[in-house]
């Protein structure tokens, strides 16, 4: 498999679309910019100190074939998820969303982890005053892993390699859904300072992994 032969919909659509995080809720809302939204010179992007400098872990598993996730599993920052739900994309082109604070999405638009190309698992930092299943991404460091049990029976582990914080208004779309020469893993939150004023917070955490076994 080609590192571009992933995609379920075709980039240009995709980077088109809005399919950063967009985690609403009454009180407290998540929301990643449109992917094809470029950052202005006047506000440059501003990447946090966590650790977004570190090289990937040159050990790696081979591909595995297509398959649906089922849970996730954390262990440095007590993640354990239920059943991982579906996430396509709503009539207006935002990410459909979980509608819970422990639920986990997989965005379908990409590939499925394992898969060559970065898969995209996105979820509340809070939600409705609950703190949410990702409530912690932002304390993952490099050499932290994170397994994905799949429907099919098969278990990919990814070593996290970097984590970053983005302003909304900055996402590192190309990053983030651009293709990857193997398999990634990309989890997605909010962070930040919160605006009451819009409901939402003003960055994006995002942990970037790759498989390194099987």
């Known amino acids: 498999m080609t590192s571009a032969s992933w995609r379920r919909w075709p980039f240009p659509m995709v980077i088109g679309t809005l399919i950063g995080v967009v985690l609403a809720a009454a009180l407290t809302a998540c929301a990643a910019p449109p992917p094809g939204k470029v950052a202005s010179p006047a506000a440059p992007s501003t990447v946090s100190s966590m650790e977004s400098s570190v090289v990937p872990p040159s050990v790696a598993a081979p591909p595995l074939g297509p398959g649906k996730p089922a849970t996730l599993e954390i262990p440095a920052i007590g993640v354990r998820t239920g059943e991982i739900i579906d996430l396509g994309l709503a009539g207006d082109g935002s990410l459909q969303v979980p509608q819970d604070a422990i639920t986990t999405g997989w965005f379908t638009g990409g590939p499925a982890p394992g898969e060559t190309g970065p898969a995209v698992l996105a979820g ?7 703190p949410g ?3 912690r991404l932002k304390e993952l460091k ?3 892993e994170a397994v994905v049990h799949r429907k099919d029976g098969a278990t990919a582990v990814f070593t996290v390699y970097a984590v970053e914080r983005h302003p909304k208004a900055t996402f590192p779309t190309e990053k983030v859904y651009g293709d990857t020469a193997g398999p990634e893993l990309r989890l997605i939150t909010c962070g930040g300072d919160f605006d009451s004023s819009t409901g939402n917070y003003l960055d994006n955490v995002i942990a970037y ?3 390194t076994r099987v």
């Open 124 to 130: 509340h930092v809070d939600y409705k005053k609950v």
């Open 133 to 135: 299943v990702f409530v």
């Open 209 to 211: 992994a790759k498989l």
């Open 142 to 144: 490099p050499g932290d």
